[in-house]
């Protein structure tokens, strides 16, 4: 029985990497065919080790790709064609071969090619030994391409074939394609906004962008600080769609584990003060774009030497206020920049409260996302939001960060223009 979803019927582009989660590929062919979709697979050299064309190809239906060269394959659909052919492209496994020849657009194969050709979107499953996955250049090479709109489902942790335990074993079939299916019905349900497709994609050609991003840090003593969970990824990832989109980007950030992204002027800070002060030097500009979480109280003084834990019940922690950087920005009497967006980051109420900052704050624009206990926005690599102007209110399905940024990006040029 075919059971067909939301998005059925779609073409997916499924490239196997050598490695031993390769075998769950086959089941993913079996899940994705149930669901009515057609998939065609390429199989990089190594993956054959693991499984066969001839497995992959009972399964999908289709002939399986794996020679960059073959002249039979290339008359029967050219390899361009391949990978303009698909709705999506998915790479399951994909192991740090692969992710690093696809951060640094390599092509000696086809499946690297195939992915440096593509203008459609991708979603990795990467599946490795769990030091390969931390090594730095794997984490380097995963955040170039989160940058680049790559979409990622896991690694999930445990044990591995190799007898080690850790991050690096591959997602399982269903959450692969529970993560398809969001893509696709992601994609179906928004179309991508002209103002950052095709030709319009300098949509912000000459205009200047100031983004916030990430935690501030406010100092208590030495070695201590008083922060948030934020990662950065969702700030990061909208200063470098402003810069897609042909912007002067100035990004502003606190302490984040990213690399910065390219095209943009970054600024490093570490506390809310400096943030101001940083943001402030940086004006005039078109739009502001407030993504920072920033720390509303910081400690009203720091000590100069480490506070010691033998002081009885406990010590006083007095607070000062610290200035809200979005309000100080949109309030401005002269020198507000044209659109002013903020975030609003809230556990309880959230539409309320947004609505409430949308005012308070002198926005044009909110983006309201549920943090707290049941959520993954913090630190996470997808964002559900909520956009509030004085027009309404859009509601956005769950997407990768990178993708609420173009969006947003794409809003706000529509609105400047
Ligand atoms: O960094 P990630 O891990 O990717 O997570 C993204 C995010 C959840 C941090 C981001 O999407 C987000 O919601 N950022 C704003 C977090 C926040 O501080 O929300 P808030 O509701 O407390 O503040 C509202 C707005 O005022 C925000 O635009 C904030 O930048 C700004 N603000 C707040 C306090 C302050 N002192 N100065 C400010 O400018």
Known sequence: ???????AGKRILLIIG????????????RRLRQKGHFVRAV????????????????????TVYDDLFALTDEAAMGHIELSRDADLVVVAPATADMLAKMAHGLADDLASTLLLATDKKILAAPAMNV?????????RNAGILRRDGIAFIGPEDGAMACGEFGPGRMSEPEAILAAIEEMLASDTKIPLPAALSGQAANALAGRRVIVTSGPTHEPLDP??????RSSGKQGHAIAAAAAAAGAEVVLISGPVALADPKGVTAIHVNTALEMLREVEAALPADIF????????WRPAEISTAKLKKDTGNGIPLPLAKNPDILATVGRRPKGRPALVAGFAAETEKLLENAQ????AKNCDL???????AESDVLGGDKNKVHILTGQGRESWPLMVKEEVARRLIAKLAGMLN
């Open 131 to 139: 030091r390969m996955w931390l090594h730095p250049a794997t984490a």
């Open 1 to 7: 029985m075919v059971l067909m979803g939301v998005s």
């Open 43 to 62: 199989m990089a050299e190594a993956a054959q080790r693991f499984i066969t064309k001839l497995s992959a190809g009972s399964l999908t239906g289709e």
């Open 223 to 228: 070695v201590r600080y008083i922060g948030n």
């Open 366 to 372: 909110i983006v309201a996302n549920e943090v707290g």
């Open 289 to 296: 774009i407030g993504a920072a979480a920033v720390a509303d």
């Open 356 to 359: 409430g900052k949308l005012a």
């Open 18 to 29: 050598g490695g031993i989660a390769a075998y769950k590929s086959l089941e993913l062919i």
